[in-house]
């Protein structure tokens, strides 16, 4: 049995119509299969959500698959913050911009003000056939 990552980068979905937009990004290190963060940024209602979470595994399965995760979430919900949305939404923009861009958005959320700390365990059990 081989192991599996159940996380993929949905990184700009993005309706110009309504200038909703939604970008969520995994972050690796190494050869590891298992993300350590993501970067989740919305507008998909009246308001905008920033969230960026870091992983921290506690639990394996004989195959080496999750089963107990920690997720240490930051949040920021913003009412007035379309343009820093849809700046993720640019389908052209370049890696290192786009890298410098996430950079400022996770400093900004891990010395936020006006966000909020949550923590939260997760487990899951795999059948295998």
């Keep these: 049995m081989t192991r599996y990552s159940e996380h993929a980068d949905t990184i ?19 050869n590891s299969c298992e993300p350590y963060a993501s970067l989740y940024i919305s507008n998909l209602t009246d308001c905008s959500i ?26 920021e919900v913003d009412f007035n913050s379309d343009e820093r949305v849809q700046a993720f939404c640019d389908f052209q923009m370049a890696p290192k911009e786009r890298e410098e861009l996430e950079s400022i958005e996770i400093q900004g959320l891990k010395k936020g003000l006006f966000v909020a700390d949550m923590s939260e365990d997760c487990t899951r059990e795999i059948i295998y056939y």
């Design 12 to 30: 700009n979905y993005c309706d110009v119509r309504k200038e909703k937009c939604i970008y969520k990004h995994f972050f690796y290190q190494g």
């Design 50 to 75: 920033f969230e960026y979470t870091e992983y921290t595994y506690s639990d394996h399965d004989r195959y080496g698959n999750w089963t107990k995760v920690n997720q240490n979430m930051r949040v």
